[in-house]
Structures are given as C-alpha cells and as structure tokens.
C-alpha cells in the first residue's frame, strides 16, 4: 500500500495504484490523478460523464463497468473508439484510478 497525497489529502492506494477505500475521492483530485497517469488533457464534460458511470457503477455493483459495458451503457454518450481517445491505454482501468474505484473485475 502506499499513501498518495491528492488535492492536500493523503489517500490509501494498492499496488496498482487503485484507491483502498473509494470514499476518500473527490472530484479536487481528478485533475491531479489524471495528468499522473497520463490522460489527456484538459478533463472534458465526456471525461466527467464517464468518471461519474464508473462511481455511480461501482457503489451500485459492487465493481466498475468493463470497455465493453462502458460503450454501449446510455449514459454515457461516448463510444469504444472514444473512450480509448479520453483514456488511452485502457479506458476502464485508467478512469477506474481516476475515479477513485478498485480496478473493474476482468481487467487484466
């Protein structure tokens, strides 16, 4: 585990860089986690759309959406190719960190 300062708060992440307890993320942090794991910038209303389903998917299921069920879910107006555009090397695993969610189930 190591601890991670965000936004002047000091969080809990795993190895992998996932936060422990997702009720320490605020939307202050985003900024700073996404330049850390390279999403490019600036944080559009489509980042924020897909950040909020990631949170709203995990506190509803127990786990984030896949690429899969992140391109084809009505709320978010994005699809695959674009997900890969806001989020490169893979979108779910990268919003996931940024959304400050344990890493969705199936991703390697």
């Known amino acids: 585990m190591t601890i991670a ?11 992998e860089g996932f936060f422990v307890d997702p009720d320490q993320w605020t939307p202050e942090m985003v900024p700073q986690l996404a330049e850390e794991w390279g999403v490019p910038g600036p944080l559009t209303d489509q980042h924020w759309e897909v ?13 984030g ?5 992140l391109g084809k879910s009505a709320d978010v107006s994005v699809g695959v190719k674009e997900l890969y555009q806001l989020f490169p090397d893979g979108p779910a695993k990268l919003a996931a ?5 344990p ?5 390697i």
């Open 103 to 107: 890493k969705p189930k199936g991703c």
């Open 65 to 69: 959406p896949t690429v899969r069920k």
């Open 5 to 15: 300062r965000l936004a002047g708060v000091d969080v809990q992440l795993n190895d």
């Open 51 to 63: 950040l909020n389903f990631m949170r709203k998917e995990y506190f509803e299921k127990g786990t």
């Open 97 to 101: 960190r940024c959304a400050g969610i």
